[in-house]
């Protein structure tokens, strides 16, 4: 199912956000966040200035006051996926925990909620980067990143290097893999699995409060992350 795009906000009385032309006021982050739309739901190639221009109802000369080319518009919304996906990854990685079950429940959280975590927009930018070495350049970094985070974290908690590494790569790597394999099954069905995996990921016995906490957070989200991979 295609994914539609979201209607922009374009009237404001933020004095910050006046308008470019007319009466019709578009931020910066407008035209990022329709671009980030297109760039889920259809791909690179189609992230184009008339499109956006278009789709919000102003003028193409507008984008001009933010960006001085499309170029510019592309390497924003690398930054805006770095800022959020692999800062988010990496901010829960580094939340303190009593144990490392609980520290892994707190990464969990970045598939569970898609607010935090945009999984959908991981998959767009790993999509555009075998078009393009430099796209594949900023994606190595922030898989290093992502993964160093993680090794960081089962070192906290007194695993040797070698197999904190491991264990990070199996953790990270699981994690986009089922997202992206999208096997049918409930979320539901993956919720009950919970314990399992933190069994396997850690090696060690997960506490039934720490699952419980994990799954009632994941809950709450599911039907926001049903919304966002339609």
Request: charged share 30%; net charge negative; proline share 5%.
């Amino acid at each position: 199912m295609s994914r539609p795009l979201r209607n922009p906000v374009l009237h404001r009385d933020d004095p910050d956000r006046a308008p470019l032309s007319g009466n019709v006021k578009v931020t910066r982050q407008d035209w990022i966040d329709i671009a980030m739309d297109v760039l889920i739901r259809d791909g690179v190639d189609r992230v184009k200035i008339l499109t956006l221009a278009e789709a919000m109802g102003v003028s193409r000369s507008s984008f001009y006051w933010y960006f001085g080319s499309r170029r510019d518009l592309l390497e924003a919304l690398l930054t805006d996926w770095q800022e959020r996906n692999t800062a988010a990854m990496v901010a829960q990685a580094e939340t303190a925990a009593p144990t490392i079950t609980a520290a892994i429940c707190n990464v969990f959280r970045c598939t569970a909620n898609p607010v935090l975590f945009d999984t959908a927009l991981d998959f767009a930018i790993r999509d555009w980067a075998r078009r393009d070495a430099k796209v594949r350049h900023t994606l190595d970094r922030s898989d290093a990143t992502r993964e160093a985070a993680l090794a960081a974290m089962f070192r906290r908690y007194d695993y040797p290097d070698r197999e904190a590494e491991t264990r990070a790569k199996v953790l990270y790597y699981m994690q986009l893999g089922y997202d992206f394999a999208g096997p049918p099954e409930t979320a539901e069905i993956r919720l009950d699995r919970v314990p399992d995996y933190l069994r396997i990921f850690s090696g060690q016995e997960p506490l039934a409060a720490e699952v419980e906490e994990f799954t009632t957070y994941a809950t709450r989200f599911q039907s926001l992350s049903t919304a966002r991979q339609t």
